[in-house]
C-alpha cells in the first residue's frame, strides 16, 4: 500500500499539528504583513519552549493579541498587559508581551 506522504518530513514534526504546519507553511514565503507579525511574535514566544507548544497555542494568541493586528496592538495599557498575563492559553511571560507590544509600535 503506497503511502499519503510521498516524502518523508524533516524529522522535528512529532504530531499532527506539526506536520500540519510543516506540509503547508514551514519555508513558504510569507507577504502579508499580519501574518508576518503573527509569526514574529510567535517565534519570540518561542523562546526557551519548542515550537510545537506555540503551534497548539496560536488561536489561543489570536484571539488575546486582537488576529495580530499590529494597531490595535501598539495602543495595548495596563488593564490589557494584566489580561494577558492572567490568559492561560497563552504564554504569560511578561517579558514576552511587552516585546510583543513594542514590536507592533515599531
Request: without cysteine; neutral net charge.
Given at each position: 500500500m503506497k503511502s499519503a506522504r510521498p516524502v518523508q518530513p524533516c524529522p522535528?514534526?512529532?504530531n499532527p499539528l506539526d506536520l500540519a504546519y510543516h506540509d503547508t507553511e514551514w519555508?513558504?514565503?510569507?507577504?502579508?504583513?499580519?501574518?508576518?507579525f503573527e509569526l514574529l511574535?510567535?517565534?519570540?514566544?518561542?523562546?526557551?519552549?519548542?515550537?510545537?507548544?506555540?503551534?497548539a497555542k496560536r488561536e489561543n494568541y489570536r484571539r488575546a493579541?486582537?488576529?495580530f493586528d499590529a494597531e490595535k496592538i501598539s495602543r495595548y495599557n495596563a488593564k490589557?498587559?494584566?489580561?494577558?498575563?492572567?490568559?492561560?492559553?497563552?504564554?504569560?511571560?511578561?517579558l514576552k508581551i511587552a516585546a510583543t507590544i513594542g514590536n507592533a509600535r515599531a
Open positions: 522535528w514534526p512529532r519555508g513558504v514565503p510569507i507577504h502579508d504583513d499580519r501574518a508576518l511574535i510567535l517565534e519570540g514566544a518561542q523562546a526557551g519552549l519548542s515550537w510545537s507548544t506555540n503551534l493579541f486582537d488576529q490589557k498587559v494584566a489580561s494577558l498575563l492572567a490568559d492561560a492559553g497563552i504564554v504569560r511571560n511578561r
